[in-house]
């Protein structure tokens, strides 16, 4: 588990990375999962596409470095509470789906499969950093929404850095994007 507290006193800094290979039941397990396998193979062929091998390992660093970098703001906030746990791959699905979201932000994402929820990418994720940023200053619930804002704020950052001409094409897809 992911606890502040515990990292400082035990040392055990180690649970930055190995918290994001724990989660709480089979249903976040298998949501997490999905959702790297959706936009992870896009994010990841892309890579591959750029850099060939080494684009592989790029993405995996992506991934693994987003569940390190999200829990960093709930280390400094939560470092003083000795009960507070956090556990899951959030921070690196995050990433992931935010670089997806980089790369193709015009592409249609539906709510759960619910064909009637249907949005661009740019849409859901402009609502998912404000959903996430309220829900992580609101402080209830087991959710680490913290995680998810950072690490899709990571993802976007790591893209940027890594693929420096997606700026421009995100640019002339949302010129070019019209609702109608």
Not at 83 to 104: E, H, K, P, T
């Amino acid at each position: 588990m992911f606890n502040p507290y515990i990292i400082i006193r035990d040392k055990e800094y180690h649970r930055f990375i190995t918290s994001g290979f724990i989660h709480g039941d089979m249903l976040h397990l298998l949501f997490n999962m999905f959702v790297l396998y959706m936009f992870g193979t896009y994010v990841e062929n892309i890579f591959y596409a750029i850099y060939g091998t080494m684009g592989i390992v790029l993405y995996v660093l992506m991934y693994l470095l987003g569940i390190i970098v999200s829990d960093i703001p709930s280390f400094i906030k939560h470092k003083d509470a000795p009960y507070y746990n956090a556990l899951g791959a959030s921070g690196g699905v995050s990433s992931l789906l935010f670089s997806f979201i980089i790369f193709d932000p015009s592409h249609e994402l539906c709510l759960y499969a619910l064909d009637f929820l249907c949005f661009p990418g740019f849409i859901w994720g402009a609502l998912y950093i404000v959903y996430s940023f309220y829900m992580g200053k609101k402080g209830h619930g087991n959710i680490n929404h913290d995680a998810h804002l950072y690490g899709g704020l990571f993802g976007i950052l790591f893209t940027i850095i890594a693929v420096p001409g997606v700026i421009p094409n995100f640019i002339a897809q949302l010129s070019n994007f019209s609702l109608f």
